[in-house]
């Protein structure tokens, strides 16, 4: 009889990014060793602030030790509240924690902020969040930049876990156009305001497309934004795009722009990297930094504007640079796989 394996995940409806594609790889994967592997969710709200404590009862009272008459083996918890389930075998691969409680808890949304609502709860809050983590067996990151964070809040080492991005082995690299590309979620937090800004740094010929979809409050305002600079004509946003439109956006493009407010990962940069194109960051960008290297596979730049622009020009100008920027990106991330992570991940299970 198969194994059982639970992958606790808290989700929001009508919304998917990052985690969720992890998660979703995740659950393939083990099931291609031969697990029965399932994504056990409860869908999350944040807010109003005593939300969170409806949200984390729910996830400390659900009974995952058996389902239909048989045992769950297996638990590993993600992201918060979902790691708060109790079972006798958990480990987790922290995806993040209730940020907001933490390293963004002074943000102008965070409800833990000191004029905000959950203040005078916030050390109840990460007390608990605490005592949760170290009942897990093991506790793996999917970065260094959510370890550190772990340890700085909490107290609690744990063990950064690499892993790759949805359509490893079939990433293409072909010429280096005229665009900078930025893919992902439209949100505040991924600071595309700075890249539109930038266009007005770059030469004429330099393009920026924008793929991916976000509130229509932020879309709309950065559509604003390129009219307002002046480089509407050379920005363009392409909405949703189909995986095979993605790879393609990646192999024509000349870098790829990725700079958020301390990102916990980041699959762009893995997927600019495995395309062999540079990247354009900044120096706060968080887990970015763990892969791209100012002068060799990046140019790792101050947030203004200004800087970004002339990073992105000085490779339209120099595409030697930044074919051998992206070569070496490719070198430092090609061997990131499923398999070395499943080995390091089940290695605590006790299944294997």
């Not at 958990?90 to 102008?108: F, G, P, S, V």
Request: proline share 4%.
């Amino acid at each position: 009889m198969k194994k059982k394996i639970a992958i606790t995940f808290p989700y929001v409806p009508f919304f998917s990014g990052g985690a969720e594609l992890h998660v979703a790889n995740l659950r393939d994967k083990l099931c291609q060793r031969g697990y029965q592997a399932e994504i056990v969710s409860i869908p999350f709200k944040w807010y109003p602030v005593e939300e969170l404590w409806s949200q984390q009862m729910m996830w400390k009272t659900l009974d995952l030790s058996e389902t239909n008459g048989e045992k769950i083996d297996l638990v590993i918890g993600t992201k918060w509240p979902s790691y708060l389930v109790k079972h006798d075998n958990k480990i987790m691969w922290l995806i993040h924690q209730q940020r907001e409680a933490y390293d963004l808890q002074n943000i102008w949304f965070s409800q833990f902020r000191s004029d905000g609502p959950g203040y005078p709860y916030l050390q109840q809050f990460r007390d608990a969040d605490t005592a949760a983590i170290k009942e897990a067996k093991k506790v793996f990151t999917i970065s260094k930049n959510v370890s550190s964070r772990l340890k700085t809040f909490n107290g609690v080492d744990s063990e950064p876990l690499y892993h790759p991005p949805k359509h490893y082995g079939h990433y293409l690299c072909g010429e280096f156009g005229d665009y900078v590309l930025s893919v992902g979620r439209l949100d505040k937090l991924k600071r595309l305001d700075n890249l539109i800004r930038a266009m007005k740094y770059t030469d004429p010929g330099v393009k920026c497309l924008i793929g991916g979809t976000g509130a229509a409050d932020v879309t709309e305002a950065l559509k604003k934004l390129a009219k307002d600079e002046g480089v509407a004509d050379r920005v363009k946003f392409l909405g949703f795009v189909s995986d095979e439109e993605l790879l393609k956006l990646y192999a024509g493009s000349l870098c790829v722009y990725f700079a958020p407010k301390d990102e916990d990962y980041g699959y762009i940069t893995l997927e600019a990297f495995l395309s062999h194109k540079p990247v354009v960051t900044t120096e706060d960008a968080g887990g970015v930094l763990e892969f791209a290297e100012h002068e060799k596979s990046a140019l790792v730049t101050t947030p203004e504007p200004e800087q970004i622009g002339r990073s992105i020009n000085r490779l339209y100008l120099d595409k030697k640079l930044a074919r051998n920027f992206g070569e070496n990106g490719y070198q430092k991330v090609k061997d990131i796989s499923w398999d070395n992570a499943l080995d390091r991940l089940l290695a605590y299970s006790g299944l294997e």
